[in-house]
């Protein structure tokens, strides 16, 4: 009974403690002076910004190869020829993180100027658009696999990307800029040199250009929220951005500022499609030439992105007319200057309370991550800790079988997927795996994904059973068989029952592994209501720039795994002391009597 007692009231403890960290989030609202700016959230002509004064010398800007003369009117379009995964529905692949060009706002959809520019493009086409939401480092791998029909991210053109996917005109055109802290030495691309610490988001233009051009080595980073918390925190010295990412993110009192920026004529941005799909290519140049002569596309330009068009530069084919965008030169003239450069930069205290707990986005981020992030989370880790135990538990005896050819797959197997990464495994199944089944799975990764990690953890279930079993004393063995079992009988009713009974705690340990892996079947790509617990964190990250719902998200882990992580310390204490049991009353009197009482 003590233990059980134990158990409840660490279980009491755990409660108690998420019921206090719950109630700070409520109380400390009350603290924030304003609460924070939605950035995936059009933010309107009050935010217009000129052409940068800033801007590196114009003869880099270079020549347009790609664009098009012309294109096919809207009405001549047959979109049943488009080759789409799904007739009547252009599948997208985009990402949750890069406001205000791409991102999924506060009601868990998947928008931004770059996501709603090609919604109004699949209107004039009579298409419906479906987003999932992925990685950029494996976006274009996805587009060229046929994953997805379009990569819509914000997605700057290059010589090497055209060699794997192609493109659509130019909707974008891609400034992007060099940002400091305030009094740093580089004042332009020219100052950074083999000692400078850079950052740039992996395999983006960005980290093309500081590789390619500037020829140097950066620090890469998986998203612009994280490159820029490295910026603020002084770990590097630089970040090479987008330039509405690098404008968005900067608020008063960090302490950044945008040293140059810079673009190119030639790589403008587009949306990525299937090198050998032409005929959606050309069918999205006709769209994006139609919602810019209707005026659609300077709504949308104005409302999400509103600064001035660098000289010589127009969307659309080259007969599309120049979209009527407002004056934002003027407009931004009108507003004065900005007062990011003068706020009072704020302490290191106060930038790590402002960055990780702010407790107005606590409380925010609690009900997605309840309602969408848990149970998906749990869904995703009991199915693949089911499958994989059953597989575990065949490649055991495979392991321990007097047969080589049984023995030598399971060795195999197990190496192979103990020594991959995870998130290559996760890829090579939902990637590779995906066409073929696609008939079953309606091209959508999520149970590809569940049994990508059932793989994984096969491989190291299979181990845990094997070490229980072989742990057992030959005599076990040698007596089932002195009985009468055969091997296979003795094996199944004596020798495994205890093994795996030895080996609980551990197989309990692989289930909290597989709640925490479940966060990287984000790679694949997936809908707006199959994000788990990460990646809702993450998508409100993106939406206030701020790491508190990332925080948020850990705290949702540790409800989960915490109360597992005493569960297995019960069971180990348990298997180990074994169960007390009341002693028989004749005997307890006999001893009493003995003792003279």
């Not at 294109?71 to 995964?85: C, F, M, Q, R, V």
């Not at 004056?327 to 106060?350: L, M, V, W």
């Not at 080589?404 to 199944?429: K, N």
């Not at 709640?515 to 788990?532: H, M, N, P, T, V």
Request: glycine share 10%.
């Amino acid at each position: 009974m003590a233990g059980v007692r134990a158990v409840r009231t660490r279980a009491r403890i755990a409660a108690l403690l998420l019921l206090v960290g719950v109630a700070a989030t409520g109380c400390g609202g009350g603290d924030s002076e304003t609460a924070p700016r939605d950035l995936c959230s059009p933010p309107g002509q009050s935010a217009a910004s000129a052409a940068p004064n800033n801007l590196a010398s114009s003869e880099t800007a270079g020549t347009d190869r790609y664009t098009t003369q012309t294109t096919a009117p809207i009405e001549s379009i047959d979109t049943s020829k488009l080759g789409l995964l799904t007739p009547g529905t252009l599948s997208v692949g985009t990402l949750s993180d890069a406001p205000p060009s791409i991102c999924v706002n506060g009601q868990g959809s998947f928008t931004g100027f770059d996501n709603e520019l090609l919604k109004a493009i699949a209107a004039k086409l009579g298409l419906r658009v479906e987003f999932s939401g992925t990685e950029f480092a494996g976006l274009l791998a996805q587009v060229s696999g046929k994953r997805f029909d379009v990569g819509s991210s914000n997605i700057t053109t290059t010589d090497a990307r055209r060699e794997l996917v192609g493109f659509t005109n130019g909707y974008d055109f891609g400034y992007f800029s060099l940002v400091v802290p305030q009094g740093s030495a580089i004042k332009g691309f020219g100052d950074l040199n083999a000692g400078t610490r850079i950052a740039v988001v992996q395999g983006t233009v960005q980290d093309e250009f500081v590789v390619n051009q500037l020829r140097l080595d950066p620090v890469k980073f998986p998203d612009y929220n994280t490159a820029y918390a490295n910026l603020k925190s002084g770990q590097v010295d630089a970040w090479v951005a987008p330039s509405a990412q690098a404008e968005g993110a900067i608020k008063p009192g960090d302490g950044i500022v945008v040293s140059e920026n810079t673009f190119s004529l030639d790589n403008f941005v587009g949306y990525a499609v299937a090198k050998n799909n032409q005929p959606l290519i050309d069918a999205l140049n006709s769209g994006l030439d139609a919602v810019i002569a209707d005026g659609t596309y300077a709504s949308l330009y104005a409302d999400w992105v509103p600064r001035e068009l660098p000289p010589g530069w127009k969307p659309g084919s080259k007969a599309a007319p120049a979209p009527q965008l407002p004056d934002f030169a003027a407009i931004a003239a009108e507003q004065g200057p900005g007062e990011t450069e003068q706020a009072t930069q704020k302490s290191t205290i106060e930038q790590l309370k402002d960055t990780f707990f702010d407790w107005s986005l606590y409380r925010k981020a609690f009900p997605d991550l309840i309602k969408t992030g848990l149970p998906n989370t749990l869904i995703l880790a009991v199915v693949s800790g089911v499958l994989g135990t059953v597989l575990g538990m065949i490649l055991a005896v495979m392991g321990i079988s007097r047969t080589r050819w049984l023995r030598w797959p399971a060795r195999v197997y197990t190496d192979i997927f103990r020594g991959l990464p995870a998130v290559v495994i996760i890829l090579l199944i939902g990637l590779g795996i995906g066409p073929v089944t696609r008939g079953i799975t309606g091209g959508n990764p999520y149970w590809l994904g569940a049994v990508a990690l059932a793989l994984l953890a096969a491989a190291y279930i299979g181990e845990i059973f094997r070490s229980g079993i072989q742990s057992v004393e030959p005599g076990q063995l040698e007596a089932a068989r002195a009985i009468g079992f055969g091997y296979r009988q003795a094996m199944t009713l004596v020798v495994i029952p205890q093994g795996v009974r030895r080996v609980l705690p551990a197989l309990m340990n692989q289930f909290i592994a597989l709640i925490k892996d479940s966060s990287l079947i984000y790679f694949l790509g997936l809908l707006a209501s199959q994000r788990e617990l990460f990646a809702v964190g993450r998508d409100l990250n993106a939406q206030t720039g701020n790491l508190s719902p990332l925080v948020a998200a850990g705290l949702m882990y540790l409800v989960l795994t915490i109360p597992l992580t005493h569960l297995v310390n019960y069971i180990d204490g348990r298997m180990r002391t074994g169960k007390p049991t009341p002693a028989d009353p004749i005997e307890q009197a006999v001893i009493t009597e003995g003792r003279g009482a």
